[in-house]
């Protein structure tokens, strides 16, 4: 099955500690995005990639970290400078740089809930 | 004034009814635009995709954009009770990588 997975589905973090959230496509897509999602503030982006060895950071991108070593995965690094870090994480990831047509918009993986203790 | 703005709802509607979602958007250089429908604690999925102005029919869905108002719908006709989901619209300029989302409507629809 071609498709985004994202591990683990739940996870808890204590106070202090860094936290890696798992992002694999075998898509063979080109781009790969990082949001964060909470109650009433919709989707916010906090790092993307739109090829190996090269991301930027997004909106709320303060706290996180990322690698983009293969075309395929795209971890998140959740530090504890992020303040506030509870939250639903989703990853995304789009076939190419350009172009139009529903093939070229973003897919979303299931989604990661951490949960800071 | 936010760049896009969406109605939270919630919105309660019986069984086989038509459901209108809209979002109002201020960026005029906004080309593509996305409805996604969310399941609670799932990954939002994409539903409709269009480029510009006009409209587009998927089955009982449709979507239209109108560039001259900055308003964007999704209709969703003959409702059935698995339609009940978080509905997200979201856009993006030309070339543009940042995909900007409403807060989504959060739609329930009653058998």
């Known amino acids: 099955d071609g498709g985004i997975t994202q591990s683990p589905k739940y996870l808890f973090r204590k106070e202090g500690q860094n936290v890696t959230l798992s992002c694999e496509q075998n898509l063979n897509h080109d781009a790969m995005y990082w949001y964060r999602q909470d109650p009433g503030q919709g989707l916010r982006l906090i790092y993307y990639s739109q090829i190996v060895n090269d991301f930027q950071k997004g909106d709320i991108a303060e706290g996180y970290s990322v690698s983009r070593e293969k075309k395929e995965s795209f971890p998140l690094t959740v530090t504890s400078a992020q303040k506030n870090p509870t939250a639903f994480y989703l990853c995304?990831?789009?076939?190419?740089?350009?172009?139009?047509?529903?093939?070229?918009?973003?897919?979303f993986g299931p989604g990661t809930r951490l949960t800071v203790l | 004034q936010k760049e896009v703005e969406q109605d939270p709802g919630p919105l309660s509607v019986p069984e086989g009814a038509i459901v209108s979602l809209n979002c109002t958007y201020s960026?005029?250089?906004?080309?593509?635009f996305m409805w996604y429908r969310q399941y609670s604690r799932k990954g939002p999925e994409l539903l409709m995709y269009t480029y510009s102005s006009g409209n587009k029919e998927d089955g009982r869905f449709t979507a239209q954009v109108d560039k001259s108002s900055k308003y964007i719908s999704l209709f969703i006709r003959d409702s059935q009770p698995s339609d009940s989901a978080t509905y997200l619209c979201a856009m993006r300029e030309g070339g543009s990588e940042k995909l900007v989302f409403g807060k989504g409507t959060k739609l329930t629809v009653n058998p």
């Open positions: 995304a990831s789009r076939r190419g740089a350009s172009g139009q047509g529903a093939r070229d918009t973003q897919y």
């Open positions: 960026n005029s250089a906004f080309q593509y």
